[in-house]
Every structure is written in structure tokens, then in C-alpha cells.
């Protein structure tokens, strides 16, 4: 049975014999020492890896909580409200539920933000980067040594428009003074060639989208390089293993731009296996609202994730009155 409440968020200034804060949200409490993070609540205690929690914190953070379901592993997790956020243990895990050691809160979104912003620039050393691949990071084991706020704070690259036209200039100039990855050495740098009527100067644009994502310095970690209404084109490069287990509130829609992931899917609330998927270059697929998935992508590859934004649409998949899946063959 699941216990939720809505408390008010506690910052301990404890700082144990690792040198690391103890942290505390409502009735959660987390500590890390130097290999692990030990998350307890009223019912029970959970540990994860260092690394493991903070590249999966990392993502929670610098997306806002994401559309839906955050899950850290298969125990800890975070549920957007779009303006609260539950903070779960076991919430969506089948087993917890039967053993009644489930647990949840409720919290305002800027109070679990500034809390989790908190431990993961006190928990991050100075040799790690939550946001790179384990091959362009040092460890992020052993005694508290320094902090690596520049990169914890990376800002979400996001269009206002499109990548390219007025007032998105400097999303382009910005993403173009970074390096080309060490992965796509071989990607075509060339931009097309615009030559708009007069007058449409600021309504026709064009970039190599692919000469784009050959400069990002993280993975897993979608921008936002067009909007329209509430269509928005957030593409990103992968490495290594999806930090998160995404349990989905909307149908999302994966385009493979290059090279390969495979994408193991359950059911979003009891864990159970539904399928696997195994995406190469061209290849197109929507999860459904109803599952929850994690990548694996063995080489740095291209993807482009296809969001709706609609604040409408968690409300009417969940009363029925939208389904969860996009299309009926």
C-alpha cells in the first residue's frame, strides 16, 4: 500500500566521516559514502552505486523532472505533477507494493529542485562528469574531493523556434564553439546553403543537424533545436546505458539517425518485460504511454526524439479518454 504525504524540504548540514552532506526531503533521507548512496525512508533503506545515482540525478535536474516517470533504478524515482513532484521508493515496483514497503511524497517542484540541485554539486568530485560517457569522465568514487559545478550546471540547449533563425542565433553559435566528438570524426561539417526571397529572411533557415550533434560534450541529455506549437524536435547523442528508466506519460517517437540502441521495455508501473527493441540507422518507433524503457547504445549514435508537449495529455491518457499508444493498425 502506498504511503504518501506532502512535507516540507529539510537541508542537513551534517557532513559524515567521507566528507560528504547528509541530505533529508520530508521523510527521505540520503547519504553517500565513497562507493555507494543509501536513500531511507519509513519503511526501508536502498542503495545504488555513485555513479549510478548521479548520472541518473544529473538527468532528473537538468531536465525539470521530465515528462512522467524518472526512475533512478527499479526502486528510487521521481513522478512530474508539472508543478509538484513525487518522490517514490518501490512506488513501481510490484514486489515493494506486495510487501507494503512502498513509499511516497509530494513535494513543490522548486523545493525537491533546490534539495536535489544541492546533492549533486556536494556529491559530484572534481574528477566526475555525470553528464559524459564513462570514456570522457574520471571517477566518481572516493573521499569528498572538491566539487564540478561548471558541469552540473550545464544549461539545456532549447530553441525558441528553430536552431538558425532570429533570436536562436546564439543557440547555434554556442553549440558550434564546442569540439566535434571523438565518435564522429568522419560527420560532414558542410551547412546548407539558404538563399530565402527578400523579405522571408527570417522565416527560412537550414543547419546540418547531423554537424550539430557531432559537437555535444554530454549524452543522453535531449536539446531542443525546433518548436511548434506543441511539437517539439529534441534530438541528442548516446553512449554507454540510459542513466534512467523512463516511465512514459505521453507517446514518445524515437528516429535513429545513426549507428544503433537497443531499448529494453516493461510495463511502466510493475516492471514486467514487454519487449525489446532494436533501433539502427532510419529505423522509427513510439513507446507508448504505458511502458517505461532504458537504452543501450554500444557506439556514440544520433537520435531524435519527437515530444508533444501538450500539458493535456497526461490528464486524458490517464482518464481514457486518450489512448496510450499512437496509432491503431
Known sequence: MTTTQTHHVQQSAEVNSDGYREFALGEFTFRRDEFFVYIGWPTGEHMMSADAFLRALQRDVAWDFFYGIVNFDGVFGTLNHYGTVDIFA????????????????????????????????DWTNESFDPF???HETGSAF?????NNTAAVTRQRVAAARMVGVPGDEQVRDDASGYPINRMFADVDQSEPVVEAEPGFESEVAAFSLFA?????NVTWNPSVVSVCKDSLACPTTEEYLLPIIHGNDRVEWFVQLSDQITWEVEDRDTGAVRARVTMRAGDVSAMPAD????GYSPKRSMLLVWENNSEKIPEAIASGQAPTYPIEF
Do not use: C, V, W
Open 212 to 216: 550539430y550533434l557531432s559537437r555535444s
Open 142 to 146: 572516493g573521499l569528498k574531493n572538491g
Open 90 to 121: 518501490g512506488r513501481f515496483n510490484e514486489s515493494y507494493r506486495k510487501a507494503e514497503l512502498d513509499y511516497s511524497e509530494t513535494m513543490e517542484t522548486p523545493q525537491i529542485r533546490a534539495t536535489f540541485e544541492a546533492i549533486l554539486d
Open 291 to 294: 511502458i517505461r524503457h532504458q
Open 132 to 134: 559524459a560517457s564513462p
